[in-house]
């Protein structure tokens, strides 16, 4: 019985470090899907007992990725960044929206860049017998093309601010802003209600999310076992104005 355990083990282990392996993504094609997909599959891994370490996982994830984020990469191993895959994640979303853009925005790049110059102006400066407002129309002409690569909102797109300082992010949010408030306290209420079809996208949604990362596995129960029960818990978000803005499933 052991024997069969081991071999049906090693073959779902065989199967999965295949699957890793063999990601890869096309120019064009979203990256999130991918990222997490990959990224389920590591920790699959992991469950059966093969754990990767974050920097194998981070190679192996960079090394599916297309020509297009090739820039990045360099950059990246030149600034030896060890980041969780979450975190590689979100650096990652961030050089996609730069690619879509046509930008050729370097994001590592860009990091420490302002350091870097202003202890160069500084000693520029000092090696004049000035200050660093002496050396002000190259200081300008210097930082100007960081300043242009580096301050982009993500939110508006617009250059010269970031989001945390975005009139319309602060603007958005504060209409968006309220609390949330617990509604229909089974199934068989949220679908006889009047917003039985908002509740039932929220649970699709909810569905999809757990799919899409590799929350579960669909198997047969084994005989002799008996199931975990569990309940659906609905949410609303009303905001300032009353309305209903999120259904939470």
Not at 42 to 54: A, I, K, T, Y
Not at 90 to 100: C, S
Request: hydrophobic share 35%; charged share 25%; glycine share 6%.
């Amino acid at each position: 019985m052991m024997s069969m355990f081991e071999t049906q083990a090693r073959k779902e282990r065989y199967n999965v470090s295949r699957a890793l392996l063999g990601c890869k993504l096309n120019n064009g094609d979203p990256l999130s899907p991918h990222v997490i997909k990959m990224i389920g599959y590591v920790q699959s891994l992991e469950r059966l007992g093969f754990p990767l370490s974050d920097k194998f996982a981070t190679d192996v994830i960079l090394h599916s990725l297309p020509s297009a984020y090739g820039t990045f990469i360099s950059n990246y191993h030149l600034h030896t960044m060890d980041k969780k895959l979450t975190k590689l994640h979100g650096i990652l979303k961030t050089v996609e929206a730069d690619i879509k853009r046509g930008s050729t925005n370097q994001v590592l790049m860009v990091q420490g860049t302002s350091k870097i110059k202003k202890s160069w102006l500084n000693k520029k400066a000092k090696s004049k017998g000035g200050s660093i407002s002496d050396a002000s129309p190259s200081a300008a002409s210097v930082a100007q093309p960081a300043k242009s690569l580096g301050t982009v909102c993500f939110y508006c797109k617009e250059e010269g601010h970031w989001k945390r300082i975005c009139d319309k992010y602060h603007a958005d949010k504060a209409k968006t802003s309220g609390s949330w408030t617990s509604d229909s306290s089974t199934y068989q209420d949220a679908m006889g209600s009047t917003d039985s079809e908002s509740w039932f996208g929220a649970m699709s949604s909810e569905f999809k999310s757990m799919d899409d990362n590799l929350v579960w596995n669909l198997v047969d129960l084994p005989d002799g076992s008996r199931a975990v029960e569990c309940k659906w818990v609905f949410k609303k978000k009303i905001v300032m104005d009353g309305n209903v803005y999120v259904y939470k499933a």
